[in-house]
């Protein structure tokens, strides 16, 4: 490898590494606090499940990469299809459980008085139950068309190495548009999250105008925090979405596909971060276990 690979390549490990870190801190704060409390909100349910697919994300990423750089080619196609099954699975549950949380802070923090709106926030579990299960059926449909296109087509074409060639660089761009169309629609609604969130603070605030009250009272403090967590999920998803599109097209090209991989990564490492930072039982134990540390 080149420097500028050799630089990708350390980057890919620091966020292999920062990104388990942050996850499993995710998961063992919340399981212990779950087990003291014998209780677990909906939020940490949702966040411990967003950790532990970041996990499998990261992982099935490294086997990606690894697969690329180092294996040798008689073990990369078993590697290959282990770390894009895995990839694929976790992916696709990490940015569902981020879209979930952004439609949980949506409708725990926004103020309307629609009747639709203050249905859906009496009934926020069971919104969040369809959701999850509905992740699954999506999950299903998209392996389901990817294998049976990969199956009709091969096997027309069983003989011919060159159709078979160029039948692997047909389903690839097919499998694009798929995964562009399966997770445009947690993006929208994530997006559609972060406008009424917006909308709904500016609300606030002019409510707080009028009454001649400060800007700064805990409702508002509420909004800009759950604010901050939605738009840096949305900014990193759309980044790593962007990132898988383009090394899907350059597989060919190694710095490139490394340099896709190393931006990627920043989305389930960074968010983890931005998570910890935003929940206050989180931070709290951070900083305490970093003043222990310390000691």
Same mark, same amino acid.
């Given at each position: 490898m080149n420097l500028l690979q050799c630089i990708m390549t350390i980057i890919i490990i620091s966020a292999f590494l920062l990104g388990n870190c942050a996850n499993v801190f995710i998961i063992l704060v919340n399981t212990i606090n779950g087990i003291k409390r014998r209780k677990v909100s909906s939020v940490d349910r949702i966040i411990t499940a967003l950790a532990i697919s970041r996990i499998g994300l990261l992982f099935g990423m490294s086997l990606n990469w690894h697969s690329t750089v180092f294996t040798a080619d008689a073990y990369n196609v078993q590697i290959r299809a282990c770390g894009? *099954?895995?990839?694929?699975? +976790?992916? /696709?549950?990490? +940015?569902?459980? @981020?879209?979930? !949380?952004?439609? &949980?802070?949506?409708f725990k923090i926004a103020n309307f008085s629609n009747p639709l709106f203050l249905h859906?926030?009496?009934?926020?579990?069971? %919104?969040?139950?369809?959701? &999850?299960? @509905?992740?699954? !059926?999506? !999950?299903? &449909?998209? !392996? @389901?068309?990817?294998?049976?296109?990969? %199956?009709a087509w091969e096997s027309d074409y069983e003989e011919n %190495?060159?159709?078979?060639?160029?039948?692997?660089?047909?389903?690839? *761009?097919?499998?694009? /548009?798929?995964? @562009?169309l399966i997770n445009i629609i947690p993006f929208c609604i994530s997006l559609t999250c972060v406008l009424l969130l917006i909308y709904s603070l500016g609300k606030h605030l002019r409510n707080m105008k009028c009454h001649g009250k400060g800007c700064q009272d805990p409702s508002t403090v509420v909004h800009i925090k759950a604010l901050q967590t939605v738009v840096s999920f949305l900014l990193l998803y759309a980044t790593y979405a962007l990132c898988v599109i383009i090394s899907c097209w350059s597989l060919y090209n190694l710095t490139i596909f490394l340099f896709c991989i190393a931006v990627g990564a920043v989305y389930p490492t960074g968010h983890s971060f931005i998570l910890i930072w935003g929940n206050q039982k989180l931070k709290q134990f951070l900083l305490l276990f970093l003043k222990q540390m310390r000691c």
């Open positions: 894009r *099954i895995i990839w694929t699975v +976790n992916n /696709h549950f990490s +940015n569902w459980l @981020g879209t979930m !949380l952004s439609v &949980f802070y949506l859906l926030k009496r009934k926020i579990e069971n %919104v969040l139950l369809v959701i &999850f299960w @509905g992740t699954f !059926l999506s !999950l299903f &449909f998209y !392996l @389901g068309v990817v294998n049976i296109k990969k %199956v %190495v060159t159709l078979k060639n160029n039948l692997k660089d047909i389903t690839s *761009i097919a499998n694009i /548009h798929l995964f @562009g």
